[in-house]
């Protein structure tokens, strides 16, 4: 699990690719000592594990599935990245839950900078925008985010100074890519509302109560 508070900026300094994926190597910019064979570290949104470690880099295996959801089958060696270190038990959680299982990629439509902020609209897949609501969470290449605003496929965050300069959310141009990661809790409401309300009732009820020794 991460917090969506990005610790800083990596680059890319190689791609092997695979049979069945991608090595990925990058330098970072937390200490590495912390950090060891099989940990877990958000890059740009996924969370991938680390299978190297040198003085100034790790290196993750990224799985066919996760080249397929996401933006990094386009990475190329020198791109930037955004990296966050797993959540420690007993951390702060300042952004929100994000568990770096990307949902889909969004397209960058609009971007306004104004004299400190920055305007970010994305448009989304049609079956993921349901899952975007006014004042939620969303995780845009890893940055945990509030939604400003929703207008049918297309939803507009604002990034503040601070997020600005610890992230890569300010190298995007209209029409770039990026990896989204919707709120976990709608995605888990619909599917109990989709179990309540199929042939086979599941409602919690006076009477499963009792028949389960509850009553």
């Known amino acids: 699990m991460f917090t969506g508070l990005v610790e800083g900026i990596g680059r890319i300094t190689a791609l092997q690719p695979m049979a069945d994926g991608l090595r ?17 570290i958000a ?11 040198t003085p100034s880099g790790f290196t993750v295996e990224v ?32 952004g929100h839950i994000v568990s770096g299982h990307i949902d889909c990629v969004g397209e960058v439509v609009r971007l306004r900078q104004g004299p400190r ?8 897949p049609s079956p993921w925008s349901r899952y975007v609501i006014e004042k939620g969470s969303i995780a845009l290449d890893g940055v945990s985010l509030t939604v400003n605003s929703v207008h049918g496929d297309e939803f507009t965050v604002n990034i503040i100074p601070h997020t600005a300069g610890q992230t890569t959310l300010t190298d995007l141009r209209v029409g770039d890519r990026l990896n989204v990661e919707t709120d976990i809790i709608g995605k888990y409401v619909e599917k109990l509302l989709q ?15 009792a028949r389960h020794g509850f009553l």
């Open 24 to 40: 990925l190597s990058a330098t970072a910019p937390f200490d590495l000592a912390e950090v060891k064979l099989g940990d877990s």
């Open 195 to 209: 179990t309540s309300q199929g042939p086979t009732p599941d409602r919690i009820t006076p009477d499963l109560l």
């Open 63 to 94: 799985s066919p599935e996760t080249l397929q959801r996401t933006t990094l089958a386009s990475k190329a060696v020198g791109a930037r990245v955004n990296l966050e270190r797993a959540l420690r038990l007993g951390d702060r959680l300042g």
């Open 117 to 124: 902020h920055w305007q970010l609209t994305v448009r989304l």
């Open 43 to 53: 890059v740009s949104g996924p969370c991938l594990t680390v299978v190297a470690l």
